[in-house]
């Protein structure tokens, strides 16, 4: 306590609000020895370009033990590295590296499930009076030996698997060689907190807890309702509302006891995967028993692209968290559709404003700063075990997880072997090296947008004000006591221009080419442009 109190004293912001938050894929980052897939060492190779970027942190997908049926998200050991990715002296170069360069480390974890491979899974199916049995949640069957309820898992089928050995179901929220922890076993969440504790010792600042909704389920395996908007377009998995399985509410007390584990340790982060998008995201922060200090919000990948619907996104978002809580906004990750592919490259440039100027903490995914294009990867040739599993309504997971383009030679800088997955188009021009040469390029304007939020007050805590979108413009205003920014966004192909008050000057603008440029009553705007104007306001700005 006396500690926190002290370092904000000095610096009123926390590290983690203060910073841009980048995602790291690591199959998919920098492989070291030529398998094709990405590693620790590769990482390492690779620190000097995050600090270079200037990103405060680095949310790290896993990298623990596993089979890799999920990619790394089915854990077969929580305190040990996957020889794939490289040993645990390598882990702690890399956060040594980071540290030194002022970057912080934000581990990935998966507490609602292990791998069918983990020791624990491997005790608990052995038999019916093994102590932990009760660590997995098994069921008897039903009538006539089918599954113990309706519920489904998330990646296709019932969310049970019958064990022969033992005559019973083990429940799965995803992959069946994902078994669902039973939470509700104190015995489990000791051993969890265990795990936390290992990882906050060797330095880590945090973790981003993976499907943190679907922790608990209902003891009374109750039956899931019909989804009401289910038509045979949707995927079959959406055949049923979740109610029984997803935002529990002893999910949310588990969410505090790991988050009371974490706060014995100063200055760390908790942040939460929240499945629900934004009705239920104000609940993860807690109350007066905290929960996640960054419930991520994916709301600008899903929002319609025109100016009204992105400015009721955030105003819902905004309505939807609770009064003094910290707003944080993804613009991509490894689930999502690259938001380059979504909104167009002209667009991608709008987004990476929009991130960046909104109020709360930033993150994006690695690729997204050069422009990465989800790449084609056809239905055959899927790896990723959500659309083998659940093909044809366009699930696949691949498109986004594509290899980082480091330079322009054959396998782009990523690998010298056979990338895992195919690099994708255009690799010639949109690759790091490329964009680096370019002071124009989408990554310049990345660098400059996070240097620019980083020194600026209203950008980092000023307080949001949002003004009536004009057409294709969205607009709003960032302002601390003395200052005062205005942020309009040009959503369109078509060139627009926003009447103000009084003159300004453009602080940045999306093409990179009109910095310091004075602004009178008029600022114009070329298709698909965004500009941030110190000390502009709008007509009818109603204040
Ligand atoms: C989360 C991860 C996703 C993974 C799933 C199961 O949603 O982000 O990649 O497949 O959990 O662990
Ligand atoms: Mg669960």
């Not at 000791?190 to 003891?219: H, I, K, M, N, Y």
């Not at 899927?382 to 498109?399: Q, S, T």
Request: hydrophobic share 40%.
């Amino acid at each position: 306590m006396m500690n926190q109190q002290t370092r904000s004293s000095v610096n009123p912001l926390a590290w983690w609000k203060s910073c841009s938050i980048y995602q790291i894929y690591p199959r998919s980052f920098q492989d070291s020895d030529g398998d094709g897939v990405g590693d620790l060492p590769g990482l390492l190779s690779r620190v000097d370009y995050l600090a270079w970027l200037g990103v405060g942190a680095v949310w790290l997908s896993p990298v623990y033990r596993s089979p890799m049926v999920d990619f790394g998200y089915d854990i077969s050991d929580y305190t040990d590295i996957d020889p794939l990715f490289g040993t645990l002296a390598d882990f702690e170069r890399v956060v040594d590296a980071l540290h030194e360069r002022r970057i912080r480390l934000i581990l990935d974890v998966v507490p609602n499930h292990t791998s069918d491979q983990h020791s624990w899974f491997i005790e608990s199916r052995s038999s019916r009076d093994n102590p932990r049995r009760d660590w997995y949640v098994w069921a008897d069957p039903g009538p006539d030996g089918l599954p113990p309820n309706n519920w489904l898992s998330r990646f296709g089928g019932s969310a049970w698997e019958w064990d022969e050995r033992t005559g019973q179901y083990y429940y799965h929220a995803f992959l069946r060689e994902q078994p669902d922890l039973n939470w509700h076993n104190p015995a489990v969440r000791e051993a969890f907190a265990d795990v936390l504790r290992f990882w906050l010792r060797r330095g880590v600042d945090g973790f981003r807890v993976d499907a943190s909704a679907v922790l608990a389920e209902d003891p009374l395996l109750r039956d899931d309702p019909p989804n009401p908007d289910f038509d045979a377009e949707m995927p079959p998995t959406d055949k049923f509302k979740r109610v029984f399985t997803d935002i529990r509410p002893e999910t949310m007390s588990y969410i505090e006891e790991m988050r009371a584990v974490l706060d014995a340790f100063p200055d760390r982060v908790l942040l939460g995967e929240v499945q629900e998008g934004f009705r239920h995201i104000g609940q993860f922060y807690g109350g007066e028993r905290p929960r996640f200090h960054l419930p991520l919000n994916s709301l600008l990948l899903e929002t319609d692209w025109d100016a009204a619907s992105i400015a009721a996104r955030i105003d819902q978002y905004i309505n939807a968290i609770p009064d003094g809580a910290w707003p944080v906004w993804v613009l991509g990750g490894h689930d999502k559709p690259r938001i380059a592919t979504r909104v167009g490259l002209q667009q991608a440039r709008i987004a990476a404003m929009l991130l960046f100027t909104l109020s709360g903490t930033p993150i994006f995914f690695e690729g997204d700063e050069i422009g990465m294009p989800s790449s084609q990867i056809s239905s055959e040739d899927a790896c990723d075990p959500f659309e083998i599993r659940v093909p044809g309504f366009g699930l696949n997971r691949d498109p986004e997880r594509a290899p980082m383009r480091w330079d322009a030679s054959e396998k782009a800088g990523f690998t010298t072997g056979e990338p895992w997955l195919p690099l994708g188009d255009d690799v010639a021009q949109r690759n790091v090296a490329f964009e680096r040469g370019d002071e124009r390029s989408l990554l310049s304007l990345y660098r400059q947008l996070i240097a620019l939020r980083q020194t600026e007050p209203a950008l980092l805590a000023g307080d949001f004000r949002p003004l009536r979108s004009r057409g294709n413009v969205l607009l709003f205003r960032r302002c601390t006591r003395d200052r005062q920014l205005l942020i309009a966004l040009n959503v369109s192909d078509g060139s627009e221009t926003v009447s103000l008050r009084g003159g300004g000057m453009v602080r940045l603008n999306t093409l990179l080419d009109r910095i310091g440029e004075p602004v009178d009553s008029q600022l114009y705007l070329r298709p698909n442009e965004g500009v941030i104007a110190e000390s502009c306001v709008p007509e009818r700005a109603n204040e």
